[in-house]
Each structure stands twice: as structure tokens, then as C-alpha cells.
């Protein structure tokens, strides 16, 4: 596709279950990032990649939080535990380049954790 | 404080009328962004910029890095614009990259 996409669309889940949403990333970009938005809340920066590696993973929340990118493209947001603050838009981008590069948001995977 | 900063929080206007929204940040940046989203969710780049004035439609965006502030304008507005405007900053710290965002800007354009 032409675009960022992500799945699932949306998601609900039991609190205390793993989840795993995946993002597909613009062919090429080499950047690739994480961010959540809470109900009400503003945008959050959770984690980026550039290729497959993740230099900076301060924004990850805790430790039930992890994410890995394969082959320089997919990558997949793994949330361990499910706790209900958990509940939120997540949202995928992609870049070209890592600094200084436009990006583009896919639709983003809304969780419920009940 | 957060490290950027914008004002109004909240905007209603009249179909045709100027608007501008403000964004201030406090920190060193790699660029600055003027992202738009819909009440669907959708978030959509509209500007990245470093220096200057970009013009996109009716859109402009400018950014004086003296002052650490940026301005998104619309001209003619209209109800389609409506939308939460949110305005981020890159900053690069030892090589890695990461974007600051403002907490948004609701417009709501009225007919």
C-alpha cells in the first residue's frame, strides 16, 4: 500500500492479557516510530527504530512494554499484562530518514483493556 | 512547563475568517512540525520546518528560531478545517531523534 498501515484496527482485551499490535511501515522508510495517545491526552512518544535497531527507548512506559522491528520493515508493539491505563491509541509512523525527515502516521490501533 | 507550548488551546470561528495558532517551545530542535488531526483519529503531517515559511494552499506555516516560536495560519477557513492542530518539535540528542509534542489546538470552524 501506498501508506503507513497497522493492525488490528481496534483491539479489546482482558486486563492482565498480552497484546501485540503491528505496524507496516511506508516501503523504504527507514525510521520507524511509536507513539500512544490517551484518552484526552496529547501525543506520547513511546520508542523509534532506524532499521532494526532501537536507540532510544526511553519512552516506553515499564518494563510490560516492548517492541521489535525485523527486516528493516514490520514492526510489532508487544504491551505484556494488560493493565486498564494501558487503554489508548497507538500509533505508528514512518520516515525516510531518521533526523530532520517528514513523517507519516498510520490510522493507529485503538486499545480497550477492560 | 512543558517543553512546547500552545496557545489557543480552543478556537471557534466563522467560515471565512484568518486563524492563527501559536506554538512556542523551550528547547534546542532539529525542526519543528504542524500536524492536523481529524475527529476520526487521523493524523496528517502538514508541515516539517527549520527556518522561514512554508505555504501549502491555504495553509502557512512559519518559524522564527530566534524566539523559539512557530505560527500555523488559515486562510479563509472553512468547516473542513476543523480539527486538533498539534504542533512538535525534533530534538536530537546524541544521535537519536525523538518528537515533542503540544497538547493541541481545537479549531472548530463554524458555517
Known amino acids: 500500500g501506498a501508506g503507513v498501515s497497522q493492525s488490528p484496527s481496534n483491539k479489546v482485551t482482558e486486563k492482565g492479557k498480552d497484546v501485540e499490535l503491528r505496524c507496516d511501515p511506508i516501503?523504504?522508510?527507514?525510521?520507524l516510530y511509536w507513539y500512544r495517545q490517551s484518552l484526552g491526552q496529547g501525543l506520547e512518544f513511546l520508542i523509534y527504530f532506524q532499521g532494526n535497531s532501537a536507540p532510544d527507548k526511553s519512552g516506553l512506559p515499564s518494563d510490560r512494554f516492548s517492541a521489535e522491528r525485523t527486516g528493516g520493515s514490520v514492526s510489532t508493539l508487544t504491551i505484556q499484562r494488560t493493565q486498564q491505563e494501558d487503554s489508548a491509541v497507538y500509533l505508528c509512523?514512518?520516515?525516510?530518514?531518521?533526523?530532520?525527515?517528514?513523517?507519516?502516521f498510520g490510522p493507529g490501533t485503538r486499545l480497550l483493556v477492560l | 512547563k512543558n517543553e512546547v507550548e500552545q496557545s489557543p488551546q480552543n478556537l471557534t470561528a466563522q467560515e471565512g475568517e484568518f486563524i492563527t495558532i501559536n506554538c512556542s517551545y523551550s528547547v534546542g530542535i532539529s525542526a519543528l512540525h504542524w500536524l492536523q488531526q481529524h475527529p476520526g483519529g487521523g493524523i496528517v503531517s502538514l508541515f516539517m520546518?527549520?527556518?522561514g515559511k512554508k505555504k501549502h494552499g491555504r495553509l502557512i506555516a512559519t518559524i522564527n528560531i530566534q524566539e523559539k516560536h512557530s505560527s500555523l495560519h488559515i486562510t479563509a477557513s472553512h468547516p473542513r478545517d476543523s480539527a486538533v492542530y498539534i504542533c512538535a518539535v525534533s530534538r536530537t540528542q546524541g544521535g537519536s531523534e525523538k518528537l515533542v509534542f503540544g497538547k493541541g489546538t481545537k479549531l472548530t470552524v463554524n458555517p
Open positions: 520546518l527549520s527556518s
Open positions: 516501503s523504504g522508510h527507514t525510521a
Open positions: 509512523a514512518s520516515s525516510f530518514f531518521l533526523v530532520g525527515d517528514s513523517q507519516y
